[in-house]
């Protein structure tokens, strides 16, 4: 019997290599792309991230079509719209009669878990394909990590270099290191010539998406416009152009730094395209090791850029295939306090969180060290439940999935699945912040000041943490020199820090 394949492609799997398409037949088979009500509020997305995704799935299917494909496309508002994917896939079928489902594996356990259920439910056969657009394959992860007694990143990474080539001299790493990232914690000054992200002007395509993301999802987070994200790849690719003249050679140096009204400051804010299948993750690092080898960008700079993506991204991925379902309901610390308002509002007095809350809202982005040691740093301290944390991540960032996100909040910046991601907690007082911001200089409080009223309520609150969490964290030796410090300081002061950090979790 001749294929009469139906191709479903998913919103953020907008690559014309796709797996799905490589092996499909434009004479013959059918591409299937859908908005969904389920998909847009399964968390309710920020809004930027809705219309940057519905956008970007309108370009690609007219980009498709103009390629010879035969596409159906449902918009959000057509009026017999299922509703969600499997009710689309219900619908063309109906339609078109395929023989066959084809899909790239999704993201997302959540959808993939649904998936299982699928050839039964419409009677038809369905290929789940890997998506070979990761460099590591999730078979490749678990080979790596089985008989491990720890899976460190750094380790992983070094791998992935040695199978990329990427940075490589011969055998050995360029530089004669593996990681600079030594070199990759200074503070910055606010620079007249900071360079800010690529920005797109809406199309007419775009444009109505805005219109419709205004009259569906007016309740959802987060400000639509002004709305500059790019929605193609050769948007994408020019946000690349631009990083890597304009900020690559000092991503490196101000990695981890901070300023009041720089939301971006040397970051490449490309992980929105990347996530979504506009650019490729080989690809970018290509070109990254082609500006250190012309000498357009230091190596601190290439390597801390490249080890964010063959390391960071594919490890994290890897660990979510490695340990979900039972990863989503990790929470070594018993953390059980409700997310405060003020992350859905930016009301605070403390000014790094203002800050931070603000611009999430205002741009759906905020740089890693503002998501791990100023939003998450506070929500652990704080003894936040980490589940209401992760949906609170996986909501309002416009490059935020599930398989990225939550090893990333719940290992990382919550510690909740008890080190499995990071050796220690990423837990600090006010002094890592005054040190890598300039956030303190204008805020209510004094960073200086350890307890009582006016004092930065991270001193108290990291304390009174290590102390809440001393049966989980004392025996970890990356803490022991942090409990003796606690074990030797006087117990007046100790009271003093229980005392002023009881008042701060009293007023959440
Ligand atoms: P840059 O600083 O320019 O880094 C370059 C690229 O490296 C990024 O585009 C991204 O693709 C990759 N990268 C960097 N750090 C990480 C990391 N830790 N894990 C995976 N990839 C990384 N990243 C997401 O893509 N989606 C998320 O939902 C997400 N949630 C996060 C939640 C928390 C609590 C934390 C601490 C981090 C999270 N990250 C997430 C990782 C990181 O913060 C973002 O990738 C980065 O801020 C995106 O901005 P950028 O493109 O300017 O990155
Ligand atoms: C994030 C998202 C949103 C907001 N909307 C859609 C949609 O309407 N249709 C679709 O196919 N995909 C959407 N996505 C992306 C999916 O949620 C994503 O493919 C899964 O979470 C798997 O990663
Ligand atoms: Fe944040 Fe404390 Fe500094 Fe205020 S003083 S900005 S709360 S670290």
Known sequence: MDQNRL???????????????????????????????????????????????????????????????????????????????????????????PNRIVVTEPGEWRLRHEMNSWSDRFGLPVDILDDDRFLASRQDFADWAAGRKQLRMEYFYRDMRRRTGLLMDGDAPEGGKWNFDAENRKPAKADLFMPSPHRVKPDETTAAVLDLVKQRFDSHFGDLEPFWFGVTAVDAEKALDHFVEAALSSFGDYQDAMLQGERFLYHSVLSMYLNAGLLDPLAICRRVEAAYRDGHAPLNAAEGFIRQIIGWRE????????????????????????????????????????????????????????????????????????????EWYLAVYADAYEWVEMPNTLGMSQFADGGLLASKPYAASGNYISKMSDYCGNCAYDVKQKTGEGSCPFNALYWDFLVRNEDVLRGNPRLGQVYRTWDKMDAGKRAEYRKSAAATLERL
């Open 315 to 390: 490890y994290v991925r890897g660990i979510y295939w490695l340990k979900m379902p039972a990863y989503g309901s990790e929470n070594a610390l018993s953390a059980k306090r409700a997310l405060p308002d003020f992350y859905w509002t930016g009301e605070t007095d403390m000014a790094c969180l203002k800050a931070a809350i603000t611009q999430t809202k205002e741009e759906a982005y905020a740089h890693h060290i503002q998501r791990l040691m100023v939003t998450g740093n506070f929500a652990m301290l704080a003894g936040i439940d980490p589940h209401e944390v992760h």
């Open 7 to 97: 191709i479903l492609v998913l919103g953020d799997q907008l690559s014309p290599g796709l797996a799905s398409l490589r092996g499909a037949d434009r004479a013959t088979d059918r591409i299937l792309m859908a908005e969904v009500a389920e998909e847009a509020t399964y968390v309710r997305h920020h809004k930027k991230k809705i219309a940057f995704l519905f956008a970007a799935m309108r370009h690609f299917a007219a980009e498709l079509q103009t390629d010879g494909w035969t596409v159906t496309y449902r918009t959000l508002d057509d009026p017999d719209n299922a509703g969600s994917l499997a009710g689309e896939v219900e619908r063309a079928i109906a339609a078109d009669r």
